[in-house]
């Protein structure tokens, strides 16, 4: 399984991770920041999670491995 994470100090709250893959983000309702709803990505998902990884504008986002 891979593992995302969010440095949410460098999100500039883009929105682009959670119109690829709402299942795995949204935002804050208050600062427009990345919430990360599922850590521990599905198999399924994991094309999707990396999508948006590679779509954030600040590279906020990275997928590991554990
Ligand atoms: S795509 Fe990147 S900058 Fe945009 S909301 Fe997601 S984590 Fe933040």
Redo the contacts with the bound molecule.
């Keep these: 399984l891979a593992r995302i994470e969010?440095?949410?100090e460098?999100?500039?709250?883009?929105?682009?991770?959670?119109?690829?893959a709402e299942t795995l983000?949204d935002?804050d309702a208050h600062d427009?920041?990345?919430l990360v709803l599922v850590e521990e990505v599905p198999a399924e998902l994991t094309a999707a999670a990396r999508e948006?990884v590679s779509?954030?504008?600040?590279?906020?986002?990275s997928l590991s491995k554990d």
């Design positions: 969010a440095d949410r460098r999100c500039i709250g883009s929105g682009l991770c959670a119109m690829a983000f935002q427009g920041r990345v948006a779509l954030c504008p600040a590279r906020a986002l």
